[in-house]
């Protein structure tokens, strides 16, 4: 008998090939974090979920995003009372303005102090804070996306529109949302 070479796909155990398991093998979907799947919260509009995605892909365009493409800009947040490089972390977490609206919701939700370090850290953090599938969860789970998405608008609103914005109008609008 003649033992003759053929092609075997190696992610299925009977080396058939499907367009599953390549499918797989490119999204890398058993490697996601968990802040993926948290982020898709019922009854917020789709924008806001596109938003946050973004954030976990570090894709928004804040400065440091936009030098990162080889484009020359002079950065200059417009969060803080003294204008520093404005970073993702800087701008949705460590900045003036940001620092103002998280410690409200912390104080506000009750919900123990911690270090922001990332969105991904966020939105595992809140979403830990209350039962899965209370009320006070779904709250929880959401208010993390409504923040960072106002956060931006009011960045831009500030950049492009020069208007005067402040911590007390993110926090108004994300109110008006939960
Ligand atoms: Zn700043």
Redesign the pocket.
């Known amino acids: 008998m003649q033992n003759r070479d053929c092609r075997r796909w190696l992610l299925n155990t009977s080396g058939d090939f499907t367009t599953k398991s390549a499918f797989n093998l490119i999204r890398h979907s058993k490697n996601a974090d968990k802040a993926f799947k948290l982020i898709w919260v019922a009854h917020i509009l789709k924008k806001i979920y596109v938003f946050a995605w973004k954030l976990l892909c570090s894709s928004v365009p804040t400065d440091d995003r936009v030098q990162g493409c080889n484009i020359p800009l002079t950065s200059k947040?417009c969060?803080?009372a003294s204008?520093?490089t404005?970073t993702l972390e800087?701008?949705f977490f460590e900045?003036?303005?940001a620092n103002r609206v998280w410690s409200f919701f912390i104080q506000a939700c009750d919900v123990a102090w911690f270090r922001i370090h990332t969105f991904k850290f966020v939105v595992k953090f809140w979403y830990r804070q209350a039962s899965k599938g209370s009320q006070k969860g779904l709250l929880l789970s959401a208010i993390p996306l409504f923040v960072v998405w106002e956060v931006w608008l009011e960045r831009n609103r500030k950049k492009f529109e020069n208007c005067l914005g402040s911590a007390f109008n993110i926090i108004f609008e994300v109110r008006r949302c939960v």
């Open positions: 947040c969060c803080c204008p520093k404005e800087h701008l900045g003036d303005l």
